[in-house]
Nanobody, 131 residues
Framework: QVTLVESGGGLVQAGGSLRLSCAAS????????LAWFRQAPGKEREFVAA????????LYADSMKGRFTISRVNAVNTMYLRMNSLKPEDAAVYYC????????????????????????WGQGTQVTVSS
């Protein structure tokens, strides 16, 4: 089991950047594939990016490719999401998740299928983007 805590959300202008963090205290953190999801008011949960246990495999939603970067530093039990060129439509609560992860990091998956691959979820951090 792992307890995840997100931080780094806030208010940013369109075109700006933010870096989200997801931390855990358990040593088992380094064993888990991880991911970021987001959910805007009135919308379904949406997959953002995923990373395997050692960070050498990543998967992004098409709309995030080239703007968002997922990374992790297992030595400090932390995963990151660097978000550049933010748009008003990026505003949402961002959640980190840990679990089995996708079968491959080169496939195409629905957000729900990816969400089903993660067992542990954080409480979320709010990202607001002003136009």
């Amino acid at each position: 089991q792992v307890t995840l805590v997100e931080s780094g959300g806030g208010l940013v202008q369109a075109g700006g950047s933010l870096r989200l963090s997801c931390a855990a205290s358990e040593r088992t953190f380094s064993m888990y594939p991880l991911a970021w999801f987001r959910q805007a008011p009135g919308k379904e949960r949406e997959f953002v990016a995923a990373i395997n246990w050692n960070g050498d495999r990543t998967l992004y939603a098409d709309s995030m490719k080239g703007r968002f970067t997922i990374s992790r530093v297992n030595a400090v039990n932390t995963m990151y999401l660097r978000m550049n060129s933010l748009k008003p439509e990026d505003a949402a609560v961002y959640y980190c998740a840990a679990g089995q992860g996708p079968r491959t990091y080169s496939g195409t998956y629905s957000s729900q299928a990816l969400a089903d691959a993660y067992n542990y979820w954080g409480q979320g951090t709010q990202v607001t983007v002003s136009s």
